[in-house]
């Protein structure tokens, strides 16, 4: 009897103390950054453990989200639903998988090398997969990837060092007709815009005066570019034509390591965290129109 007694008590302080924490946190009075948030996560889900190193991310259905871990060559299907990985598709050996785009019934992995694998007909068992290089290598890091099908091409930004500029990081193209890397931009990211330098006096938090993407998308609703940064935890959007618009800071109680970016065609974004010292997630995120 002593000891249910003891137990009870332990789980009633247990339980306090969580609720004392969850209202710490969720109250602007006690934490003022939840003023500064400029998002809304609508819904979160965990990973499984083989997923806990999520990269890329591509929505293919309105239940289905492909995804990529940069340690296996592996592309996960994941269901929304029932919340499990449905199927798995093992296209390459071990390596640095960073961006994920998804084309009809083929898909494009990119490894951070530059090297773009093309898996045709992956969801049937007889896939065939054809790599081509970029002319991009390690020291510029690709973790990007997105497809622009309305101009038969995938997109994607270096993620460190653009080899032709130090004052951009070049959006380049891949065509998906003649299979080759343009060579000039289609945009830049112009990092040393005055938007990466700005601060709120009273924000703990500085943005960089750089900016290391780690994955592009493409909004459907108005075309604009979204560009996420999971180093200092940033999403960038910018217009058709390469202009900042706006930035908006991702802090690190929801979003540890921000690796992908993904949209559904009505517009609803999906993001992904890598299990930083906690659990892989996929995120629905509403941007707050203020």
Not at 61 to 75: F, M, N, P, R, Y
Not at 144 to 172: C, E, M, Q
Not at 246 to 275: C, V, W
Request: hydrophobic share 35%; charged share 25%.
């Amino acid at each position: 009897m002593r000891e249910n007694i003891i137990a009870f008590w332990i789980i009633t302080g247990v339980l306090a103390l969580v609720g004392i924490m969850w209202y710490a946190l969720e109250n602007p009075a006690i934490n003022p950054r939840l003023d500064k948030v400029t998002y809304t996560i609508i819904h979160k889900w965990d990973m499984p453990n083989e997923l806990n190193e999520i990269s890329g991310i591509s929505l293919i259905s309105d239940t289905k989200i492909a995804c990529v871990q940069d340690e296996e060559g592996i592309i996960f299907i994941y269901n929304l639903t029932t919340e499990e990985v449905e199927k798995k598709v093992n296209f390459s050996r071990s390596g640095d998988y960073e961006g994920l785009a998804v084309v009809d019934s083929t898909a494009y992995v990119m490894e951070s090398s530059g090297k773009l694998f093309e898996i045709a007909n992956f969801y049937n068992p007889n896939f065939e997969i054809t790599e081509y290089q970029t002319p991009f290598s390690g020291k510029n890091n690709i973790e990007s990837l997105v497809a622009d099908s309305i101009n038969n091409r995938l997109l994607f930004t270096v993620k460190d060092k653009d080899p032709y500029s130090d004052v951009y990081k070049g959006i380049y193209a891949f065509n998906l007709e003649t299979k080759k890397t343009e060579s000039t931009p289609i945009a830049k990211i112009p990092i040393n815009d005055p938007i990466f330098n700005t601060k709120d006096k009273k924000d703990d938090k500085k943005k960089s005066s750089n900016f290391y993407p780690s994955d592009i998308a493409l909004n459907p609703k108005d075309g604009n570019f979204y560009i996420l940064e999971g180093k200092n935890g940033q999403l960038l959007i910018m217009d058709k034509n390469g202009k900042p618009i706006k930035i908006h800071t991702l802090y690190k109680e929801s979003f540890p390591q921000a690796e992908g970016i993904t949209f559904a065609a009505d517009g609803t974004m999906y993001i992904s965290n890598e299990g930083k010292n906690g659990t892989a997630n996929i995120l629905e995120v509403e941007l707050n129109e203020k």
